[in-house]
């Protein structure tokens, strides 16, 4: 008897869980926003374990947000017939990880540098490369236990709107509350949901929401402006500044060594963004001075007219349809230097 209730219990608990998340699942699908995976150490993991496939198959890219956004993978490989492996980091330098794929031995491939002053130049390297070297060490240490919760996790995600976390998490949910803090307490700026989405592949990409609402714009360019007050050092000049040159040659000459090859891309900003960086790392000063020292090449979206002219919903990073002609165009430019095994046709 006492059974009896306690299996319709459960079959009752079970019915009102599986429509409280059906619910909460409906609730933002009803709100616009798509399937999105995690940005997680356990997906960037996987990724960085796809970066031994030969010169001829593949390129590994890294940077910050920018190429994350800017890079269109599925028009990447469509076109080259090269598979891109985004190890791009959020608001990340990406000199770490050029440092790791310069002491991986094993890496022989063809590697895309994305440079973002502010961060790459970043004389507080603490914050900006925390990122990078917690990835790093995932990969390194990463147990079969969390491979195998990776895996289900994104068997899990590539099917369920509400498990992106940095969007529709407790955390996420309760900064949307606005809660005040107390006086003289700094809380990191709050992002639009709609800003950043993210593909299985590691791509990110803005809403059609975030697209066509220029409140929402708005709301990320005021983010972008408190977090560019927060640093007050001076940009890296002078022995400094020699010495990331000096650094990044290294770790260049080793990759090429093995039969590797390297290329640095400046990704377009505009609005307030490109007025900062212009004014801070002048690019004679900065970008050109580093592809002289370092004896590599490098494209600047400034130095064509095909990406010169793009503008930035928040400044910083490309709206979707400006993305696919951005990576035709960049695809174009790789190929007139020789990137490819083979020549490719763009249309």
Known sequence: MHDKKFLKAGWLALVLLLALVASWEW?????????????????????RSEVYASPASSTVFIGSSRIKFDLDIPTWEAVTGEKAVQLAMVGTSPRPLLQDLANDEKF???????????????????????????????????TP????????????????????????????????????????????????????????????????????DTALQHWQTRNWTILGALDKTPAIKGDSLIAVFKELKTAIDKITARGGKVMFVRTPSSGGYIETENAVFPKQDYWDAMLTYTQTDGIHFTDHPETAHFVCPEWSHLATPDVLIYTKEFIKELNQKGWFSKPVTVK
């Open 108 to 142: 022989k491939g063809k590697l895309i540098v994305d440079v973002t002053e502010p961060l790459f130049f970043m004389r507080n390297t603490a914050r900006s490369e925390k990122s990078a070297r917690e990835g790093i060490n995932y990969y390194k240490k990463q």
């Open 145 to 212: 236990s969390q491979r195998a919760s990776g895996v289900l996790d994104r068997q899990l995600e590539s099917r369920l709107v509400f498990l992106e976390e940095n969007a529709f998490g407790l955390n996420s949910l309760l900064n949307y509350m606005q809660i005040p803090n107390r006086q003289g307490v700094f809380s990191f700026p709050v992002f639009p949901r709609e800003f950043e989405m993210m593909t299985g592949e590691r791509q990110a990409f803005m809403t059609d929401k975030f697209l066509h």
């Open 27 to 47: 609730y933002w699908r009803s709100k616009g926003f798509p399937v999105a995976f995690n940005d997680d150490n356990a997906l960037w993991a996987k990724k």
